[in-house]
């Protein structure tokens, strides 16, 4: 590998300024005595003995080159021995991956060979080089911590889908993720790897042995007496499931941890090592050496304090020695082993970066002396080595490597012109530089140092009946005490150290935040914003796409750190400007959503797609926005939409050819950390983007032009006198006053969108470590206390309960580390207030946007997601360290998210079913707890009341089941034996997760029952709409939920073992649920305006009254028949059906009896009793049945046999219905009974003739004008809900009169 091409096809500069020829003999430049020693001292001379004499000799520029040329060739091999092959290897060199013949399945392979991404079920590959003697090594950086068998196998090994490395007999793969070793058999070998680690293969075939070791740590001899001999040698080869990505190092680079005695697989190029190791020890003379011209001496001095000033011999004398340099510095080997370890040897000092002027003044020196090519591949390189070392260094106490590579980083970014260049071209484009924000979690405990960072463990210990743990125990033992305490101290230690890194982090977007930087072009901050659109952009359209996306725990990192500079860099121009809004105070101006300046590529807005906004509201814009909308361009967009079909549709289409051509898919996010972004998927044209052709003044109306977002400059983002900039189009309900700059605007539009892309997600993913700790403490407890109770004759038992007690110890005392260390990453107080202002951010945006009128439909959808997972990010993931009460304004903030939720769920200036079923979502958990509910309640009244007029509207088209349960929520509490939190035959059981919203302590709202109450009895129509619809949806329910129960008892009659489909057995507990809590919102209809259905004088009372009466029947019937269908299936006590059970829904039914054959007035209750009679399902037994009695009135013993089981009763429930309630069934009780043993004595048996012609089940009690035609009264009423037409004649009913039969004479 000789330096002579070096990739120098350009022509260098020539840097002979001062040879014999051009100068006279004395130079301008210092004499020649001193010019000699001083070239003698850069330039030492290796050999001894002629080295005196050249001593003696003069050296001047004229002879340097040479002299320069003499010394780098010395101790250089002859080319003939260079190249020679190594023997026990065969293959190419360098060795990359074997794209043509060496796979099985679809793979993603990167430009450079060496990364890969599974892209179907479990895809294979080798590399292109094989040994069969001697000792090797390689070693793979694991991207992501799945299901991979990395190891070796020979060239007849043939995988397939399912097999792979290790599967077949002359293959070995070590699996991190399963933590085994793979040789066709499978055993426990090495440990679990998480994504980060480095995994050493070394095959050693002198002996015959397999043996690998991770992060530089042996696992031990894997396999031994490996197959050898002629004709078998060992690729280097992985097997990896779907999206798992990982690179290779067989020796492009400098192997992480090399092992003695084994070389890598790719020769190292040994001869330009030396050669560039000598330059840089040249380069360190020159720094340590200065001319003292007055006193024609040398000085020694610190390399720290070197400047450069220009002095001409040093220059020249730099350019020599670049002229060698330079080319060398365009190979990753020696920018990553010799240029990068010298600038972190300048950094080991400690200090801060600003005190370390000297990496500024070499790379000042580089921009000079190199070629602009050169520079630009040297720093690419240089950033992606740090990179690389950053994401692949072990975690260690103090985070040393993590805080090292930073601080490099930080100090080259520090540099003008090294910035942006490295911003323009690499630090989005070519390399994932987001991971330069990301700390990772350790996996494994011990190996982190976390064991001595935190060397007390504690864990809840305190549980309520619920199972939560108590936040202040009052019974906490002192030594238990101690142990939080000295734990909470680790935990804070910890955080300490991982503050120090994300200061760093948060320095380096500093600088990219830069907006003064112009001396050298455009700012640092307009490149940044550009890329980083386009970021969001990748990460937005890629949704399906592996390896474009990137991995939302390193997006999590990304937001805190942005969030933290942004709103630095804010308050400092918020300081320069008085009156604009301070970071506390930010948002969003609704302008950026419809003045086209922000692309927001295809995502969704409130009102539907932006093209079709355009064309329906251009008026609208045009009115109070100033706005016009150019009719091409509408044509464009419509045009443009469907190009874009068509192009997404080529852009999917190679992927099954992904590795079957040479042209591969370009490298990506996961597999090499660092190499460049997949352009090939992100063919789409960008939306279309606005800004005013001219300056404007007010009344005039701007016309848009198209502008891509790369094209951007500073005016158009920030703008200029008389224009607006990414403000354009400012709508008079928008205070004018100044905010922030316009370019931090659409950052902080990008860190909300950011939110919604994958953090909200991630949040949620690592509350499973919190969750794990305290199913293992409540599990631990459970065992302590079985130990205790343990009898004394069982030894046997309490060995295993002890060896229990020990495992869950263990695993406690490493989770609760682990855990200790997520919550210092993330979910530590500082990142809760950074998502709670990112909530708040959501929410003064969306008041502005809403003040906009019709404009409101332009806003993203992403602002209302954001606002309502934020919050329940707050609430449900930092909750158990930190608590939401403790954040500034929060009884306010949450009072305006109230009112957003109770205003929007029935916005129709929102489209979108998905956002519109987000918000009613949200609206009933909000109405689940009591904060949140009083938050509700302290919106203005007028909107409360427009929020339960929405709620009331009828449950025909649209998704009532939501509403339901919020009807219900507000009412649960307050109805009969409806106090309980969880149903008492679910009591011993453990609930799921006990934050759920449906587990929360009842919380009734008595202000929005009034308002409901309000509504109802003043609107008679929609009453009686809503009311119908609500019978209308129990019918179904019920009616569904006995059809399945029927299907069910069926299937478990059977003989043969068939199971029924779980999710038939959840869509049954579901109809029960619905059926329930339609019961519920009718008793709570009942309870508060009990007038719709006994006031006879409203138009639709009575029918009301009759359907009521009908369905209670039903449902009594169906539930309290003996030994009936219900009974069986819910002693099946199968698993998905445990809601069901008699206690709810008949409870519920009792409540609502009560309500009106109790606790009414006198008219009202004859008025239900005698429906509830006269209809002809109505079985007295049934209304005995509730309380546990057939015929009899509750005796206090029972009879001597005892009965074959236990009935229902509501006596069993003492805990759920008070003295109260239960005297009022039994008065119920004996009332029915009166009333049914006079309407029997009173009622004449009727003939066949009397009887209803329609359900035989009433007599004849209406007449229809005009046809004359008869029936009951509940027929013909249900019929003439939906239909006019007589039954017989289909003639048109214009009125229905009372009959009764004349007397016979």
Not at 130 to 144: P, R
Not at 301 to 307: E, G, H, I, K, V
Not at 1160 to 1179: K, M, N, T, Y
Request: proline share 6%; charged share 25%; hydrophobic share 40%.
């Amino acid at each position: 590998m000789s330096s002579k091409g070096g990739g120098t096809a350009l022509t260098r500069r020539n840097y002979r300024l001062a040879s014999d020829t051009d100068k006279p003999k004395a130079t301008g430049i210092v004499n020649e005595k001193l010019l000699s020693d001083y070239l003698h001292h850069v330039f030492p001379s290796t050999k001894q003995g002629p080295a005196l004499a050249s001593l003696r000799k003069p050296l001047g520029f004229q002879d340097l080159g040479t002299h320069l040329e003499r010394l780098l060739s010395e101790g250089e091999p002859t080319e003939d021995i260079r190249d020679q092959p190594v023997e026990g290897r065969l293959g190419p060199q360098p060795v990359v991956l074997d794209h043509t013949s060496g796979f099985e399945g679809l793979l993603f392979v990167d430009d450079d060979l060496l990364g890969v991404i599974g892209h179907s079920n479990f895809s294979s590959i080798r590399a292109t080089t094989c040994v069969y003697k001697g000792k090797w090594a390689y070693e793979v950086l694991i991207s992501s911590q799945g299901l991979m068998q990395i190891g070796w196998c020979t060239l007849n090994c043939r995988f397939n889908q399912e097999e792979g490395v290790g599967d077949t007999p002359d293959s070995y793969a070590y699996d991190g993720n399963r933590v085994r070793k793979w040789n066709v058999t499978t055993t426990n070998y090495g440990k679990s790897w998480a994504a980060g680690d480095i995994v050493s293969c070394l095959i050693d075939l002198d002996e015959g042995t397999i043996t690998f070791c991770l992060n530089g740590q042996s696992l031990g001899t894997a396999f031994t007496d490996i197959k050898m001999g002629p004709g078998v040698a060992y690729f280097p080869a992985i097997s990896l499931s779907f999206k798992e990505s990982v690179a290779f190092n067989f020796g492009s680079r400098p192997l992480r941890y090399p092992v003695e005695g084994y070389l890598p697989l790719q020769n190292p190029p040994t001869a330009d090592l030396v050669k560039a190791q000598k330059l840089l020890g040249y380069i360190k003379n020159v720094l340590s050496t200065s001319l003292d011209t007055q006193e024609e001496r040398l000085v020694e001095q610190d390399c720290a304090a070197w400047r450069l000033h220009g002095e001409p011999t040093v220059l020249v004398t730099l350019a020599h020695i670049f002229n060698h340099f330079a080319p060398l510095m365009c190979k990753v080997y020696l920018v990553e082993d010799v240029l990068m370890n010298f600038l972190l040897g300048i950094l080991e000092g400690g200090g801060s970066v600003d005190e370390h002027p000297l990496i500024q003044q070499l790379l000042d020196l580089f921009w000079l002396l190199m070629e602009d090519y050169e520079v630009n591949e040297c720093l690419k390189q240089l950033m992606m080595s740090l990179l690389r070392a950053y994401r692949f260094s072990p975690i260690i106490p103090d985070l040393g490597f993590q805080i090292h590579y930073l601080r490099l980083t930080t100090a080259i970014l520090h540099h003008e012109k090294s910035r942006k260049y490295l911003l323009n071209n690499v630090l989005f484009d070519v390399l994932r530089s987001v991971v330069f924000f990301y700390i990772k979690t350790p996996l494994r405990v011990k190996e982190a140092g976390l064991e001595e960072l935190i060397p007390t463990t504690w864990w809840p210990t305190h549980f309520d009946k619920e199972g939560k743990d108590e936040r202040e125990p009052k019974d906490e033992s002192a030594d238990e005490r101690l142990r939080r305490r000295a734990y909470e101290r680790g935990c804070q230690r910890l955080k300490k150290r991982i503050e120090v890194v994300e200061e760093l982090q948060v320095q380096i977007l500093k600088l990219l935040l830069n907006n003064k930087d112009k001396a050298t072009g455009e700012a640092s901050r307009y490149i940044f914003l550009n890329k980083f659109r386009k970021f969001l952009q990748e990460n937005a359209s890629n949704r399906g796409h592996p390896t474009a996306l990137c991995p939302p725990e390193y997006m999590v990192c990304f937001l805190h750190r942005l969030i933290t500079a942004v709103r630095a860099s804010w308050d400092e121009g918020n300081r320069k400007t008085p009156g604009s809004v301070s970071s506390e105070e930010a948002y969003v101006p609704p302008q950026l959503f419809y003045n086209g300046k922000v692309d927001y590529f295809d995502l969704q807005r409130l009102g539907g797609l932006l093209s079709h906004l355009k064309k329906t509201l251009k008026d609208d814009l045009a009115s109070k926005a100033n706005i016009i909308i150019d009719p091409a361009e509408i044509q464009a967009t419509s045009m443009d939409d469907l190009d874009e079909d068509e192009e997404s549709g080529a852009a999917q289409r190679p992927f099954g050819a992904a590795a079957m051509g040479g042209a591969l898919a370009r490298p990506s996010w996961l597999s090499s950390p660092t190499l460049g972004r997949a352009n090939r998927f992100l063919s789409t044209a960008a939306v279309s983007l606005m800004t005013p052709r001219r300056p404007l003044t007010q009344p005039e109306k701007v016309k848009v032009r198209t502008l891509a977002v790369e094209q951007r400059t500073e005016e158009d983002i920030e703008g200029s006198h008389g224009n607006d900039g990414l403000l354009l189009g400012r709508p008079v309900e928008e205070p004018d006053q100044p905010i922030a700059d316009k370019s931090l605007l659409e950052i902080v539009d990008g860190i909300v969108m950011m939110y919604n892309l994958s953090v909200h997600q991630q949040l949620g993913k690592m509350v499973v470590v919190s969750d794990d700790v305290h199913e293992y403490a409540v599990a631990l407890k459970d065992t302590e206390e079985k130990i205790a109770r343990c009898p004394a004759r069982r030894p046997d038992i309490l060995e295993e309960l002890q060896k229990s007690q020990k495992v869950f110890a263990e695993k406690l005392n490493h989770l609760s580390r682990r855990l200790a260390w997520i919550n210092a990453t993330i979910y530590s107080k500082d990142k809760m207030l950074d998502v709670y202002w990112l909530l708040c951010v959501c929410i003064r945006t969306i008041e502005h946007a809403d003040n906009t009128g019709s404009l409101f439909a332009f806003a993203p959808e992403f602002y209302l997601n954001v606002a309502m997972n934020a919050y329940s990010a707050l609430k449900n993931y930092f909750s158990p360290a930190n608590s939401m009460e403790e954040l500034p304004g929060y009884e306010e903030t949450l009072t305006q998210l109230a009112a957003i939720l109770a205003k929007h769920f029935a916005d129709p200036r929102i489209v979108g079913t998905d956002i519109k079923d987000s918000l009613m979502q949200a609206l009933a958990s909000y109405v689940c707890y009591p904060q949140s509910l009083r938050a509700v309640e302290r919106i203005p009244e007028e909107q409360r009341v427009a929020m339960m007029r929405n709620l009331l509207a009828p449950y025909e088209q649209r998704p009532w089941a939501q509403t339901n349960w919020i009807l219900v929520r507000l009412w649960r509490g307050c109805g009969f034996g409806y106090r309980y939190t969880r149903l008492p035959h679910l009591l011993k059981t453990k609930p799921e997760d006990a934050n759920l919203p449906s587990l929360q302590k009842p919380c009734p709202s008595l202000l929005l029952q009034r308002h409901m109450a309000e509504l109802l009895s003043m609107d008679k129509d929609m009453a009686a709409s809503f009311l119908n619809s609500v019978l209308n949806q129990l019918n179904w329910a019920f009616s569904e939920f006995i059809g399945m129960i029927q299907e069910i008892q069926q299937a478990a009659e059977r003989p043969e073992r068939n199971f029924v489909d779980t999710r038939q057995l959840k869509v049954c507990a579901t109809c029960f649920d619905l059926s329930v809590s339609l019961l519920r919102v009718l008793e709570m209809t009942v309870t508060l305006v009990p007038e719709i259905f006994l006031d006879w004088s409203r138009p639709s009372a009575e029918l009301l009254l009759r359907r009521l009466a009908q369905l209670l029947n039903q449902v009594l019937n169906r539930v309290t028949a003996e030994k009936n269908l219900f009974d069986r299936v819910v002693n099946l006590r199968l698993p998905g059906l445990e809601s069901v059970d008699h206690y709810p829904i008949l409870v519920a039914v009792t409540g609502i009896l009560v309500r009106i054959l109790v606790d009414g007035d006198r008219q009202g209750i004859s008025r239900a009793a005698s429906v509830l009679l006269s209809d002809p399902c109505f079985q007295l037994h049934s209304i005995q049945h509730l309380l546990g009695e057939e015929q009899s009135p509750p005796a206090p013993q029972q009879p001597s046999p005892p009965p074959p089981r236990k009935h229902f009763s509501l006596h069993a429930y003492t805990d759920y219905i008070s003295e109260e309630e239960k005297q009022k069934v039994e008065l119920m009780l004996s009332f029915l009974t009166e009333e049914s043993k006079q309407a029997a004595a009173s009622t004449a048996p009727t003939s066949e003739e009397d009887l209803c012609p329609i359900c035989y089940a009433h007599s004849i009690s209406a007449v229809f004008k005009p046809c004359s035609h008869k029936s009951c009264k509940a027929c013909i009423n249900q019929h003439l809900m939906n239909n006019k037409d007589c039954f017989f004649c289909k003639a048109t009913i214009t009125g229905v009169e009372d009959y009764s039969k004349p007397a016979a004479s």
